[in-house]
Structure formats: structure tokens, C-alpha cells
């Protein structure tokens, strides 16, 4: 009988694809906004691109940076989840992942909520590593700050 494997080690290889072929790396010269983080306590170091149309919609997102596997998986997936999302969704989403992580006790909807980013929930028994997986969310959140306002009170 073949072992069935742990959902941890899933999770984890998840993970460790994301760093070895991350998806949507290197820089965007030509993008909307842009913004820069830094993790001085590992030295994770990461900016993200953005191109956001008119609508508010991010139609491209590259992200550029080096940092622990951890890190670099977050930065993967993130890309890969606000492409073609209004800059509103990124926004609740941002705030959905970087309350996941930083609480203990999470409600069920929260953990809906984050979907595949639920794959960053074992990082939580490693508290110093949760700013590894929340940083670019943190840099995604400047890039957003940095959009100008429309005057109905949204972001473009």
C-alpha cells in the first residue's frame, strides 16, 4: 500500500515550484505604478510592476527581487491572482491574506477568502517567517496607496 502523502507536503511543493519557476518575473519598464519592500530581518527584497488600465482593472503584473523561497512563492502566486482583478478586489484580498496570517484563530470565511493562499498557513507555526509571506502584500499595498484618486473617492 502506497502512502497516502501529507497535505503539508503538497503545500510545501507548492511552494518550492513557485521559487524555483516563479511566475511573472522581471521587471515592467512601462508600468503604471510601482513600488519596493524590503525584509531587513532575512533580507528579502522584492518590487512589483503593475499595469493598470483606465477601469482599474491590473491588466499586467511582473514582480522583480530576491529572497527566501517563501518570499519568492508569495510573490509567484500573488501575480498570479490580481492579473485581470480590479485594483478593489486586490485590495480586500491584500487585507483577507495579511489578517490570515497574522491571526490565530481565523473564521472559516477568512480561510475562503484567501483560497490557494491557504497554502501559506504552516508559515504561522514560524512567526518570523509570516512577514516573509506577507511582504510583497505589503509592497502591493504601497503600489496601490500610490494610484491617484478618482473623484468619486475610488482608485483608477
Known sequence: MIPEPKLSHLYQEVILDHNRRPRNFGEMP????RARGVN?????DY????????????????????????SK????ILTEMIRGKDTGYCDHLKNE??????????PPA????VGKL?????VKEFPVRVKCATL???VLEEALKSLPEKKEGGRS
Open 136 to 138: 510583497i502584500w505589503h
Open 30 to 33: 512601462d508600468a503604471t505604478v
Open 73 to 76: 512563492a508569495s510573490a509567484s
Open 97 to 106: 491574506f495579511i489578517r490570515f496570517m497574522t491571526q490565530d484563530k481565523v
Open 40 to 44: 531587513p530581518l532575512c533580507g528579502d
Open 118 to 122: 491557504k497554502l501559506f498557513e504552516g
Open 110 to 113: 477568512m480561510t475562503e477568502a
Open 47 to 70: 518590487q512589483i510592476f503593475l499595469e493598470i488600465n483606465p477601469a482599474g482593472e491590473i491588466q499586467a503584473v511582473r514582480f522583480l527581487g530576491s529572497g527566501c523561497a517563501i
